[in-house]
């Protein structure tokens, strides 16, 4: 059997054995060889065959009594095998593995300009291929008269490659650029294999730019090797065989987005991830605040009914109440834990426990728990962090199947037409609950967009009117001539063009309610008239001289500040205090916050089922730009927006950033320069922000509790030993937080 293997100086975790044991029948090592130990271990090492990697592909070629052509082109050698006299022959197969990215990717690269990020070794590679391909390199790096200072110079790159280490495990969450530096880019190239989805490829999913990563070049470079080390041709589709096994082997994280198509999915991953006996997803009830099982893995139908909880009580209801993971080493010795569902004998003591919270823009809409085999705490603090990336992730689809609980069964409280629950909402459906009943006048008040109609549409729909005619009228649509005519109506002949007689929109509404928009638009001389109807509930007609009695409730609104124009003289003062006997003010979009997402997603669904789309969703990544976008047209603007991304979105019925329209894309990055300008101190990636988040809880607690260990831990719902650990972890002393004997006898 032929002796392979892979030869560096620290290797660590290498894919390479799995990928060889695919390709052919042979054995292959890792040799980690020393600088100093290089010479003897190619002169009388026991191998037949390697793959060389950093830092020896240069060293090892004087070593080499014979160069292939690509090898001695690119001064670099990652294949050696050793002839039958003894000697040995370099090759290089990672031009291979690029141009197999580059061909399997579909990215054009002839006649392009191509910007190659890094100088290194796998740089020179890079470039030699794409320059065969016909591509126009200019080499990015961090010193040189091409660097990362100075990249606007290359706004008109139409292909991005990153050669560098940036982005690569365990710096996840991290890429060289950002690409939307890169209007006119059509390609990315990311040759870092772990992840096999780099940040940077994943933004160049979310802006709709075709890409490839590193991944496929590894394995085609190890199938080429393999070609070289048996003399044997494979086919190509073993490449992508073998892709779509390690892919699997590597993705320990699967988020399936909507609810009830992939919980179960990812139930059984971490089944196998983590070794889970059990797991559920619990989440709150909007109506009553019950937490209760959505979702669970190992459990049956009555055990996963008994799984109800409420906030505080026991370990999952802590957890969602303060929000902090747990985790429990031994379930049979902790007191907390109250085993609702009945599945577990907690006479053995083989059980370790796994919650975190489950969240999506800062609110906690549930939590994410497993039973595990028994284990040290060590193991449990990393799974525990793995699991709340994925809770971070399954934030939005359980957010989705939590709106929905109790829709069935719990009557909503919002009136008819009306999406979202935040507090500055549910302030105003109380208010129109109040008055719907009561034949008062109503003013709303509220910008343009805020949904000022449909307020008053809800009033109509619940006051005792709602059988009658529900008539709007816009003030500002209108001009002056004609305004008097379409409030009041007008007999035949009132003046030119009035061939019949026609009633006005007060006639139209008797008995029910009419609704007079923009009413700061109307003349003096047309307010006085409606101040004269709103006293005495009487008018004639325009050109007539019967007096006609209506049965008319008034809703007006505005988005003008009339006391202002009152002061001004531009508004009747007596007027004013007719119309605004009730007020109600409809907040703008970007003081409703938790709204936007709710909002959106009704949008969504409404106009995907106009266009016959079914189901589409909104990225996590447009999610996100939503939220951070100020909406100056409120609630109309996002109607519009997300009209318009729905039109847009491509067969997986996936909305993404670019589907949105630019000025969102402007703003958004405007604000999140200020932002960063405003919060240095902001972490970049998930893992950094998580330190910081645990970082300032810790510090809360050791002065809530003066640097008392115990307590402290107790307060975050640790054990002394691991507190003690993350104390040495963020250079935090307890002795900074102790209070004098005289401090913490007064407490």
């Known amino acids: ?368 728990s497993v039973d595990r085999l028994l284990t040290d705490q060590v193991k449990l603090e990393e799974e525990q962090q793995l699991m709340t990336i994925i809770a971070t992730l399954l934030g939005y689809a359980a957010w989705e199947t939590q709106r929905k609980m109790d829709e069935e ?45 449909l307020a008053a549409r809800a009033i109509h729909a619940a006051s005792a009117r709602a059988e009658r005619p529900f008539v709007s009228l816009n003030c500002a649509a209108l001009p002056e001539s004609l305004i008097e005519s379409e409030l009041f109506g007008h007999e035949e002949g009132a003046f030119t063009g009035a061939t019949s007689m026609r009633k006005g929109r007060f006639e139209q509404a008797d008995g029910g309610t009419l609704f007079l928009d923009e009413v700061g638009e109307l003349s003096m001389m047309t307010q006085a008239k409606l101040l004269r109807v709103l006293q005495e509930r009487s008018f004639e007609r325009l050109g007539g001289m019967e007096t006609i009695r209506v049965d008319v409730r008034v809703i007006t609104a505005t988005n003008r500040n009339l006391e202002k ?22 907040p703008p979009l970007r003081d409703r916050q938790d709204d936007i997402l709710p909002l959106a997603s009704h949008f969504v669904g409404h106009f995907a089922r106009q266009a016959g789309k079914g189901d589409v969703r909104i990225s996590l990544a447009a999610m996100d730009m939503l939220q951070r976008y100020s909406w100056p047209g409120n609630i109309r603007e996002l109607e519009n927006a997300m009209e318009r991304a729905v039109l847009l979105v491509g067969s997986q019925n996936l909305i993404l950033p670019q589907h949105l329209p630019p000025a969102m894309h402007t703003e958004s990055v405007n604000m999140a320069d200020e932002k960063q300008r405003k919060m240095p101190h902001m972490a970049a990636t998930l893992e950094q922000r998580m330190d910081e988040l645990e970082r300032a809880c810790i510090v809360d607690a050791m002065e809530a509790t003066g640097g008392q260990i115990n307590r402290a831990a107790q307060q975050l719902g640790l054990t002394q030993r691991v507190l003690a650990l993350r104390l040495k972890k963020y250079g935090l002393s307890y002795k900074e937080y102790r209070r004098s004997g005289r401090e913490q006898a007064g407490k």
């Open 409 to 453: 069964n719990v009557p909503s409280k919002r009136p008819k037409g009306f999406v979202g629950n935040s507090d500055v909402m549910q302030h105003v459906y109380a208010q129109i609950m109040q008055v719907a009943q009561s034949p008062t006048t109503v003013f709303l008040q509220g910008e343009s967009g805020t949904g000022k109609e």
């Open 565 to 586: 124009m009152v002061a001004e003289g531009t508004f009747r003062r007596d007027l004013f205090y007719r119309l605004n006997v009730f007020p109600i003010v409809l």
């Open 1 to 368: 059997m032929m002796r392979c293997g892979l030869l560096g100086e620290k290797l660590g975790h290498s894919y390479s054995p799995a990928i060889h044991a695919q390709l052919a029948d042979y054995a292959y090592g890792l040799y980690e060889v020393a600088p100093e130990a290089l010479p003897a271990f190619l002169t009388g090492g026991d191998f037949d065959a390697l793959n060389v990697t950093i830092p020896y592909k240069k060293a090892v070629i004087p070593y080499c009594a014979e160069l292939s052509p690509i090898a001695r082109k690119l001064g670099s050698v990652n294949v050696l095998v050793r002839r039958p006299g003894g000697t040995l022959y370099g090759d290089n197969a990672d031009a291979f593995g690029f141009e197999y990215l580059v061909r399997h990717s579909g990215i054009d690269v002839a006649g392009q300009k191509a910007l190659v990020l890094g100088n290194g070794g796998a740089s020179a590679t890079i470039q030699a291929v794409l320059e065969q391909l016909g591509a126009h390199v200019t080499v990015i790096s961090r010193h040189g008269p091409d660097n990362y200072e100075n990249l606007d110079r290359h706004a008109d790159a139409h292909v991005i490659v990153n050669t560098t280490p940036v982005g690569m495990y365990p710096n996840t969450g991290k890429a060289a650029v950002d690409l939307r530096q890169f209007p006119q880019c059509a390609g990315v190239l990311d040759i870092v294999y772990n992840p096999a989805r780099t940040a940077l490829l994943l933004q160049a999913e979310r802006l709709g730019i075709p890409c490839a990563g590193g991944l496929y070049m590894l394995v085609a470079q190890a199938k080429r090797s393999c070609e070289v080390f048996t003399g044997t041709v494979i086919d190509d589709a073993e490449i992508l065989r073998i892709h779509r096994l390690l892919r699997q082997e590597m993705e320990n994280i699967v988020l399936i987005g909507m609810p009830g198509s992939g919980k179960s999915t990812i139930a059984a991953l971490l089944a196998e991830r983590l070794h889970m006996m059990q797991g559920t997803i619990t989440l709150v009830s909007p109506q009553t605040g019950e937490i209760r099982i959505e979702s669970s893995y190992g459990l049956k139908p009555a055990e996963r009914s008994r799984g109800r909880y409420v906030q505080g009580e026991g370990i999952i209801g802590r957890v969602v109440q303060t929000g902090q993971p747990m985790y429990i080493s031994n379930v049979s010795e902790e007191p907390l834990f109250l085993n609702r569902t009945r599945s577990r004998d907690l006479s053995h003591s083989d059980i370790s426990y796994i919650c975190v919270p489950i969240r999506l823009n800062q609110q906690v809409v549930g939590a994410l």
